[in-house]
């Protein structure tokens, strides 16, 4: 079993940041590419991004590039999120999710293609 925990979140104004944490624990499985996703209020969850094992191949939704960084430590199984330039319509729980068997250069924005979710963090923006 494969726990995903993760950290940060909280309240920021707008145009401030904030960096997500997320560690892969257990029996983890190698390689596996990791990926954030969003879900505000009555809002079906989202794909924001998404990083393969390797850390050389990244994706992005439209509405984060150029203000959102996602990046990987293996040797500390770790995933971060780094957000810049915040909006109020990033107000959303973020969660984030691994999965594995696709190779170190595999990374995906679909939700069926992850195996394992974290618990989920609050991020509100104020405008």
């Known amino acids: 079993q494969v726990q995903v925990v993760l950290s940060g979140g909280g309240l920021v104004q707008a145009g401030g940041s904030l960096r997500l944490s997320c560690a892969a624990s257990?029996?983890?499985?190698?390689?596996?590419?990791m990926g954030w996703f969003r879900q505000a209020p009555g809002k079906a969850r989202e794909f924001v991004a998404s990083?393969?094992?390797?850390?050389?191949?990244?994706g992005y939704a439209d509405s984060v590039k150029g203000r959102f960084t996602i990046s990987r430590d293996n040797g500390k199984n770790t995933v971060y999120l780094q957000m810049n330039s915040l909006k109020p319509e990033d107000t959303a729980v973020y969660y984030c999710?691994?999965?594995?068997?696709?190779?170190?250069?595999?990374?995906?924005?679909?939700?069926?293609?992850?195996?394992?979710w974290g618990q989920g963090t609050q991020v509100t923006v104020s405008s």
């Open positions: 999710a691994a999965g594995g068997g696709r190779g170190s250069y595999y990374y995906t924005g679909s939700r069926d293609d992850y195996d394992y």
């Open positions: 257990g029996r983890t499985f190698s390689p596996y590419f």
């Open positions: 990083i393969s094992w390797s850390g050389t191949s990244t």
